[in-house]
């Protein structure tokens, strides 16, 4: 049974930063594209970063320079270091996974930024 499990998030002030991570069971973790969403209330969910497994990275131009997408395949992690955080960035962040037609959801975590 596949699980991806976020952690990390909380209210952060604006100007802060938080790391997410994303731990993943019972899939094989290295050979799958990873990636970080987010849905803000009463928006369509979006990509925010993703990696695959080359270590390719690609970024939403909203968080280019401030946000950093890395994984560690020995502990099966996938990370978020986000840095000068804005009140725009308040939303359920999701870990996704996808290899083919496998694509798999964690549950979510809440970031707030605010004063």
């Known amino acids: 049974q596949v699980q991806l499990v976020e952690s990390g998030g909380g209210l952060v002030q604006p100007g802060g930063s938080l790391r997410l991570s994303c731990a993943a069971s019972?899939?094989?973790?290295?050979?799958?594209?990873m990636a970080w969403y987010r849905q803000a209330p009463g928006k369509e969910r979006e990509v925010v970063a993703t990696i695959t497994p080359s270590v390719s990275t690609n970024y939403a131009d909203s968080v280019k320079g401030r946000f950093t997408i890395s994984r560690d395949n020995a502990k099966k992690t996938l990370y978020l270091q986000m840095n000068s955080l804005k009140p725009e960035d308040t939303a359920v962040y999701y870990c996704?996974?996808?290899?083919?037609?496998?694509?798999?959801w964690g549950q979510g975590v809440q970031v707030t930024v605010s004063s």
């Open positions: 019972g899939m094989a973790f290295s050979i799958y594209t």
């Open positions: 996704n996974g996808h290899y083919y037609v496998a694509n798999y």
